[in-house]
């Protein structure tokens, strides 16, 4: 059996299981990550990091995500964060600020004064073939039919490498992100599945979040989620520029100057432990 270090990391109790790729060889089939990701059973973990060499010139690292079904996604704010930490106290780099490749695209993240992370998320996108959303129309769609049920307020689709899909409550404690969550997660509209937002406008430049994540279910963070949830308060007129985003975990700050510019998140991230995972053979 292959014995592998890891890192356990989290952002705002978004928990990451990390894995060096680059010393290492990493080969964890779906079976293994879902064992790896169960809290009884395994470490414990929302999502399984991987750092691996970068395929291009233009980038130091490229970074791999799967989330705790086993299923490999293209995203995740709160684990980029963490990524930049790990690359440099492993000595993996002297960077303060570094070029990533994921499956979404480039992402730049840098450790700033305090030992926070502010992240380049890139531009977010709206068009349904990019989210990817089996429908016709832009970012804020009519109140959309999830198996029967019509969620009663427009819902504002955003890519932020990731597709997601957020709506805005009176109330985000008695939100249905439970319920219905898992319903919009899996509607057979998005190929990719898509994460459920529930954005409550405190003031113009305060909001407070849950997130259904695809895959993981509702998540302490989640910072994609929140990156998206800016997006939509801005493109429907709610929000100014710059948001204060209060999650379950703790704040995150976003900014969004407009459309065709990028999105840059700030926020903390975090090593819990180091450790030794044995692979089960097969």
Known sequence: MATLKFTKMQGLGNDFV?????????????????????????????????????RGADADFRYRIWNADGGEVEQCGNGARCFVQFVRR??????????????????????????????????????PAEIPFA????AV???????????????????MGNPHAVQVV????????????????????????VNAGYMQVVDRVNIRLRVWERGVGETPACGTGACAAVVAGIRRGLLDSRVSVETRGGRLAVAWPGPGAVVTMTGPAATVFEGEWEVQAG
């Open 18 to 54: 990390v894995f060096d790729g680059i010393r290492q060889r990493i080969e964890l089939a779906p079976a293994e990550l879902r064992r790896l990701a169960d809290r009884r059973f395994g470490v414990g973990c929302d999502q399984v990091l991987v750092v691996e060499k970068a």
């Open 90 to 127: 492993q000595g993996l780099t002297t960077k303060d600020k570094i070029r990533v490749e994921t499956a979404g695209g480039v992402i730049v993240p840098e450790i700033v004064a305090g030992g926070e992370v502010a992240v380049d998320m890139g531009i977010p996108r709206f068009a």
């Open 135 to 138: 429908g016709d129309g832009d």
């Open 141 to 159: 769609i009519r109140p959309l039919a999830i198996e029967g049920e019509t969620v009663p307020v427009l819902i504002t689709l955003v890519s």
């Open 170 to 193: 009176d109330d985000v404690d008695l939100a249905p992100v439970v319920s219905q969550g898992p319903r919009i997660e899996r509607d057979r509209r998005f190929p990719q599945r």
